[in-house]
């Protein structure tokens, strides 16, 4: 099974700034098949990025996903309010599927 | 866009079992499969398993083996997901996703969320 190991768990920004998220998965994720989410209070998951640079239908530009092998990065140009939140990695290379413990962005 | 609408909150009694139900609406039901991915208070998401509605085979993690029953029919492009013996461990929100293409089980549509609470 993959573990995936999301940093910081916790990332305290002013809005406006830059956020970097980093997933690091324990053996090479295939194909880069690596997904991440955002989760707020009370609501379910909504997908933000998968084959990890490929943004979703409606995903703005502000984020972007880079990586490789075990090392995978979400960015958030310039925070928004409504990007505070947490977000989850998510590996679909290899079964079972797996979620990092997740990132939680928060207002400084 | 598919929309996934799921069964109401259940409490359960150490022991007994659960089914939560997932109702897809707005696309092709049996092309892509539905996994199942719960989060226990306060903490991240874990997946369960999934099932192939077109095929009907399902593949469960680990963990659950032995516990876990998910089908899917194809009359009702309904998913259900039952969970037997249950714990206190087994309180969580479970959720019932939708893969984003065909054989790419990433979570492009989630139903709402059920939570399942177990307790004496």
């Known amino acids: 099974e993959i573990v995936l190991t999301q940093s910081p768990g916790t990332l305290s920004l002013s809005p406006g700034k830059r956020a970097t998220l980093s997933c690091r998965a324990s053996?090479?994720?295939?194909?880069?098949?690596l997904a991440w989410y955002q989760q707020k209070p009370g609501q379910a998951p909504r997908l933000l990025m998968y084959?990890?640079?490929t943004r979703a239908t409606g995903i703005p530009d502000r984020f972007s996903g880079s990586g490789s092998g075990t090392d995978f990065t979400l960015a958030i140009s310039s925070l928004e309010p409504e990007d505070f939140a947490v977000y989850y990695c998510q590996q679909y290379g290899s079964p079972p599927w797996t979620f990092g413990q997740g990132t939680k962005v928060e207002i400084k | 866009q598919v929309q996934l609408v799921q069964s109401g909150a259940e409490v359960k009694k150490p022991g007994s079992s659960v089914k939560v139900s997932c109702k897809a609406s707005g696309g092709t039901f049996s092309s892509h499969s539905i996994s199942w991915v719960r989060q226990a208070p306060g903490q991240g998401l874990e997946w369960m398993g999934d099932i192939s509605p077109m095929f009907g085979t399902a593949n469960y993690a680990q963990k659950f083996q032995g516990r876990i029953t998910i089908t899917a029919d194809e009359s009702t492009s309904t998913a259900n997901m039952e969970l037997s013996t249950l714990r206190s461990e087994d309180t969580a929100v479970y959720y019932c996703?939708?893969?984003?293409?065909?054989?790419?089980?990433?979570?492009?549509?989630w139903g709402q969320g059920t939570l399942v609470t177990v307790s004496s």
């Open positions: 996703a939708r893969e984003g293409m065909v054989h790419a089980p990433f979570f492009a549509s």
């Open positions: 084959d990890a640079s």
């Open positions: 053996q090479s994720v295939r194909s880069n098949y």
